[in-house]
């Protein structure tokens, strides 16, 4: 994969460091096979006596230690390039996502962008960590090798020339052969795979049916088909490694066979060329022959780099913040929304040039039904995500123009499902707080919010923890936390997204009182489902496929808009039934 | 190596193959170390002139130990990779006999969904227990072995190097790196924990994050903590790494040793020069077989783990069904049965806040109640309970008279219709997936409850794909109650089985329902307060209690909480 080569390739230090080890490790591998050739031919054949050959000897000691110190030199300058390369990619995934991950999130992929910063980062690891190192290594030892083979015996080094490229050529076609074997398998293979969990999931349903038992059988069945599938796929592989075998184990009998025959018959070549270039042929094929299973841990990396690499080129239309200050005013800021447009992306759905003008301390309700463009008008009026065309003006200036800092201090957003920090459920209320919140405002806060009384029957009160790993809270629960931050915060916007289903009536009486007393002071903007928040609204927005249709009071609208009575009465006669 | 106990007894059953793996390994193995030995004696005999026979010999022998090695070797990883996945396939059952008692309770008391996905990810990273952590080191101790008894024929001394060398390379420093690698693994485990938390609460919770402006201080955080996590990785990266050269400088000393050792020994005149480059060429070549034993630290810990995590589950949980299996009593379900609830209380593990308080019911037979009330009332788990997935509460539960506890789970099971809020449908076809529900069913029948479903518009052949994900959430709550209905038993437990089902449907389904189960004893936990009116009684519940219960016109002419619920269902639109 290109891109990964570049990003080794920048960086130089690491390369340069590479490759001088890799030279380093060629002469001394070169240097091994001639001491110990110089010793053996000594002791042997000119029969010199031990002192002689201490000298070698020793120098052979260093040569090891030299051996084994680059070999980790290289090892480990991998392990730091793919460090550094994760921290890269995860860096600039952060700030991706930093900047706009509001589309994923909206598009609910929250889950595969953890997987993608967490996983496919870590995957890319083996391709620098194992790959990139020997690739250097290979092309440089393997060359020096064949070099000092050459010098001391040609005949030699032109067998190892002419048996070498059959090590390559049967890798990729071998790999070739595995890949499209193991493409035909797939399906099969994780089918087979899949079998187990499918029926661990499902074990409560069997249970409930009493056919566990039988699926034992079934198991063992689809196990057993898993491992045939795999093993048929695996066979080539095997038989690829086989053939490798083959060809340098050939290859070097060749040399062998050589070296032997013109030693003796010939008697044209000395014995410490010939046990030399024994030496060496080896250490020549196993260095082609580990490229080889590099070459294998590295493509893992590359389908996880190729994830990382189309986030982050995914386009994305960022938010831009300007430096204007929103001075608090008496009265909450006047809105306007000019042709307001939006749009996920092609095909995708899209708001369509909304119009409407909100004034200080009203009451809005934004009314349609699921998929009509409610929730993104709510998070276009947030300021987190930008229009695509058109504009929100606010006090007569472009939203975006003003600090990003001053427009969420005044605002309020309160979801359907409010998340929850880890952390303590008093830093959780705080976290609304302009500045470091007392715990005695954190309590008003609490109280107003309807769940200091929960609160106080934990056994750690206010310190306990909650969210992520913590104790989770009801559905309820959540909406009175998010109601407290609200109530700590004072905001002058309020942007609130009414729930549809499922609390309990006390949080329903506690949020109809607390949205009434935060409106007083403040704008509120609900997307409303509920009648008596659209009827006591001063205006509703009645959207309908991303377009607002109508405005008006609750009277208003069911006087004009037939679709809007439709709605409405269709409903009410459903559930009076 | 005692969590490890069980996969061993298992692998242990695939005997052949095992043992062909590590004959072929040992051949493969001493097929290089015949190979060069043998070339290093060619050679040197070759520079003193020999008689031509030896040579030829040799020679022959050349092709010959190639040949052995290369074909070894294939053999070796084709008998090492079969005994592999048909050990996983033991483990596999061995491990799913074990589990399925346990079933469904087990599920309720882990309540992280992932543990299955754990189970499953466990077994499969236990393939490499047999081919890096198991049969190497058997392998490496036969050929180096083998090899010692031949250099011993020449020389004692180098034969005790080598010795030396199998000690250090085999035993020695895995050993000391496993003990090394552990803390490190396990404080990598909790980084990679901590990074998924933080990544997940940073885009989970992006627009709360952004909106109070701690975006930023978050992303810093994760960075750090994201680059903690790589830190760690480093370092356990750069130990194996240290693993791997100790032992190839430790296999590079012991080489050095026996040239030296050799040519001393040579030059003293006590070891025949002919044979001091084969010596050389042996240790040289025996040493590769001390490679894998660098990857032995990490992949013996990810065994032990993964073999300990597996093997909790089970044990722990088996513990506690033991004994009570003697004296089941005896009910008869075949009709629809009474229940009874007396001062029910229950409590989650690991929670103080109680699910259920001071429960009293008494539903008769043939009765029909509806249980109503917010999320996380208590509405499902007191379902639960009377299906026994949980059995630590208090008071009592009765079916017929006869406390749920004396009951048999089986038998419970067998005469209940259960719809679940979650229910499973396997990968197969839409006819499998029903034929659960009881033998022999023919496909008239089963066509005849699709179309009770409203689902007439599937085929019995339709496929069904993993967890039914090509199922709407409102075809899979409609497949599972056309499946108990299939069944047939006489009580009916329906944890919000329409949730996702439009209206009109629901209504048309619940005609069905009540049709068919119209002497039945009939439990429906409802989210909706539409469509109760026939219901005989409705139990309104709150935060584990239940708050009012009776008909729903007593209900709404209290005007008490079900009747201010049911004001608000009228509120809302959509």
Redesign the interface.
Known sequence: MKQLKEIARKQKNSMYTLVLMSILLGAVIIAQAYL?VV??DS???Q????HV?LPA?LS??VV??G???F??VI??TG??M??KV??NY??AL??K??RN??Q??LKGQ?GE??SI??DAV?EI?SYF?KYYPQMIQTTIVPIMILTAIFSQNWVSGLIMIVTAPFIPIFMIIIGKATQRKSEEQLEKLA?FS????????????????????E??EA??QS??D??DA??TV??IA??S??ML??IS??S??LV??E??LR??IY?NLP?FT??FV??LA?EFFNSLKELGSAFHSGRGSMGAAKKVIDELEETEQPVQWGDAPLEERKEPPAIELRNLKFSYGEGSFSLKGVMASIPPASDVAI?G??GSGKTTLL?LL?G?IAPSQGEILVNGKGLHQYK??EW??Q???I?QN??L??GTIQENIA??GKEEATIEKVKMAAEKAGIAEMISKL?NGYSTEI???G?GL???EKQRIALA?AFLKKPSVILFDEP?????????RVLQRAMKELAVTSTVITV?????T?READQILFMANGELVAKGTHEELLLSNSEYRS??SV??G???K | MNELRVVIKLMMKEKKDVLLSILFGFLAGMGAVA??AN??Y???K?????P?YI?TM??AL??LF??T???S??AE??YS??AT??K??NL??YF??R??PL??RI?HKYRSGDL??R??GD?ESLQNFFLRVYYPPIVMIIVFLATIAFTAFFSIHVAVFLILGLILTGFVVPLWFTVKQRGILQQLREL?GN???E??????????????????EQ?KK??NT??GY??E??RE??QE??N??VI??LS??VS?AV??M???L???GSLD??F??ML??TS?TVFENATPMSAFPRYYEDSRRASSRLFSVIEEEGMETRGVEDDWEQIDLTKAPAIDVENLSFTFPG??RLALKNIHLSLPAGSKTAIV?????GKSTLIQLL?KMNKEYEGAIYLNGTSVRKIKD?AI??G?N?I?QE?????GSIGENLG??KDDLSEGEMNAVLEKVKLEEFSLTDSVL??GGNLSGGEKQRLAIA?AML?GSKLWLMDEPTSSVD?LTERMIFDHLLHQGDDDTMILVS?RL?GLEKMDQIIVM??GEIIESGTYEELMDKQG?FY??KQ???????
């Open positions: 110990i010793i053996v002791i042997f054949l029969g010199e006596s031990f050959i000897l052979l000691i090891l230690g051996r084994s110190f070999t980790y090892g480990r392990v730091k793919a460090s994760k921290r995860r860096k952060l700030s996502y930093a991950p509001m994923g999130a929250s962008k953890v910063l967490l870590d690891d960590s089918q899949g079998k187990f969990l499918d029926i661990l999931q499902g074990l409560t349903t069997l249970k409930l049916f009493g056919r566990a038992k699926k034992q198991i063992r196990s057993l898993y491992r795999t093993m695996l066979k095997f038989v490694s086989l075998e083959f184990m050939l070097i009998a062998a066979l070296v032997g030693l003796i008697e014995f010939a046990f024994l030496i080896p009314v039904r699921s998070h947030s987190i990003e800092a969420f201090d605002l309020a957003y979801s409010p998340y920090f880890s976290i609304g056994e969210g992520e790993g104790r009801s559905g309820g931050r549809t289903v499922g609390l309990d009536l006390h949080t329903e409303a489902h509920r009648l008596h659209i709605m409405v409903h009410e459903g559930n009076t | 190979l060069f070339s290093g060619l050679i040197s070759a520079a003193i002139t020999p031509l040579l040799s020679i050349l092709k190639s040949v090695r290369a074909l070797r294939y990883r084709l990779h079969r996945f048909t996983l396939s596999r059952v799913f006999e589990l399925e079933a469904p599920f299955l996905s189970i499953v077994v990679r990074v998924s938390t990544a997940t609460e940073f885009l989970y919770g992006f627009r709360d994050l952004k909106l109070y402006q701690r975006l930023d992303e994760l960075t994201a680059d790589v830190s990785q480093e990266s750069v790494l240290s791997q050269s190839q400088t590079l000393l050095w040239l030296g050799g040519a001393y040579v030059a003293g020069g002919v001091l480059a050389v060429m040289i929670e103080k009330g917010p999320s996380g009332s299906l089986e099971w067998k209940s259960v679940m229910n499973h449908f396997f990968y659960l529900a993993e967890k499946r069944k209206v989210h539409i709150d935060q909480y201010e619920m608000i269902e009228n509120s809302v639109l959509m």
